[in-house]
Every structure is written in structure tokens, then in C-alpha cells.
């Protein structure tokens, strides 16, 4: 099979469509055909030599994708050979073929292509389990979400105005801003020429945020909160080693989680395996219905996964940047 692999640590130049052998089915595993992965921040990560590929991971890039079941391993049921699915990967979908474990394996949604299917299974994953599962925003509550305009972002307004929350955003653009009020957002900041902590102060605080920024917003995301305001961070674009006045978090009866997807185990109370079920049962029906779409911004051929990494560097994209198989 031909996949994307990294010559050397660096830029996206150094990213290489080359050929890999074809990954097989082992004990609980499907083999699918890829016919799209999508461009997350840690791949950019990984690409630089700042993310280490989890134990067992594959070390092709791509954390979700869809396609079609080429191959059933031993053990696994309900899937067979020819179902359209999209999967929560931790790692490989830059390629033409992937292993994944049948349990992070999600029906492509009534409704969306298979193509665009692959826009969905990290963000859906990333926003479920850490805006409800632990943080568990509920009806009435403001979420603030740094970087409304991204793939997370544009997910997690639409799963929380769904919940009956109202959702206060960040970005860096009057477009983005305006595209993520069309998806229901109450709120909007420009982080460029506002102080996103007195707009969300002046609204009452933040009972959740939800954070891509790491070190550079913690102070500010404690000050932004509410009474009994929980705080998850799922992303260090601001670096990795902040200060957190401990005063002022006691003071909000805070809390701040910090919640990694790719290194979960597949099984266990709090594995992948429960977190696609999860989505699965709460967020697929609203994707079907029509409520809760994928937001793509681009699309380009898997050979070109360079291109896409430029384009998430530059910030310039709304939604997510897809690589399609011919």
C-alpha cells in the first residue's frame, strides 16, 4: 500500500507518499480501505518529533478516518466486509489501508458521504468525552471554547447548543466568528483586539472551558470562571508549563482536567472502546437527523497531506482539512 511517512523530523516537507506493507486483521481488528484521514494538530506535532507515537500505534500519521471493511480479524462481530465506516485511529490513516480495533469503529452517518465521514470521529470523540463525560456541561451553562473556528471548535458549539448550553468562542477572524455564530455560538471574541476573560466575565463566567492553548490561557482561563467551573485542556498551541494560582482556583471552587485521546487503551472504564460507544449512542442521531454536521474546510489528495499541514500552521482553515484516496 502507499502511505505518508516522515524522512526526518521537520516541516511538512518531510512528509513522503511512499509504499508500506499492507497491514493485517489481527484478533478483534478490521482492515479497511481508506478512502479519507483528516489533519489534526498532533500530527503537525508528531511531524516536528514533539509526539510520541504510543506504544503498538502505528507511525503513519492519521488519527481517524473512513472507508470501507476490507478484512475481518478473528473475534470480530457485528462488522463484515463491505460496511462504510469512519474510526478513531491512533494512528495510520494516512494511508490507503489501516488496522484499527473493531471497537472504535463507527457506521458512516445516514446522510454524510463517506468522504466526509472522516471529519468526525476525533473531534466527536474529543469534545464528548471531555465536555460531558468529565466535565459534564449540562443545560443552562456557558462553554467557552478557545479556537471555535477549528475542527474541535466548530464540533463542540454544535454538540453544546444542542445540549441546551449556551457557548461563548474565541478566533482570530470576523469570518470564523461569523461562521461560528451560524452554528449557534452566543458569544463571539476576537482574540486579537478583545479580552475574551472580561466578555466571558461579564456574561456570568465560563462553567466550562474547553482549551487548545495550554500554558498561555491557564491564569486567564481561571479568571474567566465561574462558581464550580471546570476547565479541560485538550491541546498546548500555548505552550506546556504554566503557573496556576492555586488562590484563585480555590477561590472558583475550579477544577482543571487535562485529557489526552490517542494513548487511551481500547478497553476499560475509561478507554476508546466506551468513548466511541458513547458517541455513538448520543451524538450519532443528531449527525443523522441533520443537527450535528462535519465542517470541511478543504479537501486534497492524500499525497498532498504537506499542503494540509500548511494549511492548519497558518490557522487559515474553518473546520477540517481532509485527505482524500484517489
Not at 4 to 31: C, F, N, Q, R
Not at 37 to 46: I, K, P, Y
Not at 225 to 237: F, N, V
Request: proline residues 6%; hydrophobic residues 45%; contains cysteine.
Amino acid at each position: 500500500m502507499r502511505a505518508i511517512t516522515i524522512d526526518s523530523p521537520g516541516g511538512p516537507e518531510k512528509l513522503v507518499w511512499g509504499e508500506l506493507p499492507d497491514p493485517t486483521a489481527g484478533p478483534g481488528e478490521v482492515v479497511l480501505d481508506v478512502v479519507a484521514s483528516a489533519v489534526n494538530r498532533a500530527d503537525l506535532l508528531q511531524r516536528e518529533g514533539n509526539y510520541p507515537v504510543p506504544a503498538g500505534a502505528s507511525e503513519v500519521l492519521g488519527l481517524e478516518c473512513s472507508g470501507i471493511v476490507a478484512e475481518v480479524g478473528p473475534g470480530v462481530e457485528g462488522w463484515q466486509v463491505g460496511d462504510e465506516v469512519c474510526a478513531l485511529l491512533a494512528g495510520g490513516g494516512y494511508a490507503e489501508k489501516v488496522a484499527v480495533p473493531a471497537a472504535q469503529l463507527l457506521p458512516r452517518p445516514a446522510g454524510v458521504e463517506l468522504a466526509s465521514a472522516a471529519a468526525l470521529p476525533e473531534v466527536a470523540c474529543t469534545v464528548w468525552s471531555n465536555v460531558f463525560l468529565r466535565a459534564g456541561l449540562t443545560r443552562g451553562e456557558l462553554l467557552l471554547v478557545h479556537g471555535g473556528g477549528s475542527g474541535i471548535g466548530t464540533m463542540a458549539i454544535q454538540l453544546a447548543k444542542r445540549a441546551g448550553a449556551r457557548v461563548a468562542t474565541t478566533a482570530g477572524s470576523a469570518e470564523k466568528l461569523a461562521f461560528c455564530r451560524e452554528l449557534g455560538a452566543d458569544i463571539t471574541i476576537n482574540y486579537r483586539d478583545e479580552d475574551f476573560v472580561e466578555v466571558v466575565k461579564a456574561a456570568g463566567g465560563a462553567d466550562v472551558v474547553l482549551d487548545n492553548m495550554g500554558a498561555a490561557y491557564l491564569a486567564r482561563n481561571v479568571d474567566a470562571l465561574a462558581p464550580d467551573g471546570r476547565i479541560t485542556i485538550i491541546g498546548m498551541q500555548g505552550g506546556v508549563k504554566g503557573e496556576l494560582n492555586i488562590g484563585a482556583l480555590l477561590a472558583k471552587r475550579g477544577s482543571v482536567h487535562a485529557m489526552g485521546l490517542r494513548g487511551r487503551p481500547v478497553e476499560g472504564p475509561n478507554g476508546k472502546a466506551a468513548i466511541v460507544a458513547a458517541v455513538r449512542a448520543h451524538v450519532w442521531p443528531d449527525v443523522e437527523a441533520g443537527r450535528v454536521r462535519p465542517v470541511v474546510h478543504t479537501r486534497l489528495p492524500m499525497a498532498r497531506a504537506g499542503d494540509g499541514h500548511r494549511i492548519l500552521e497558518e490557522s487559515s482553515h474553518t473546520g477540517k482539512v481532509l485527505l482524500v484516496n484517489d
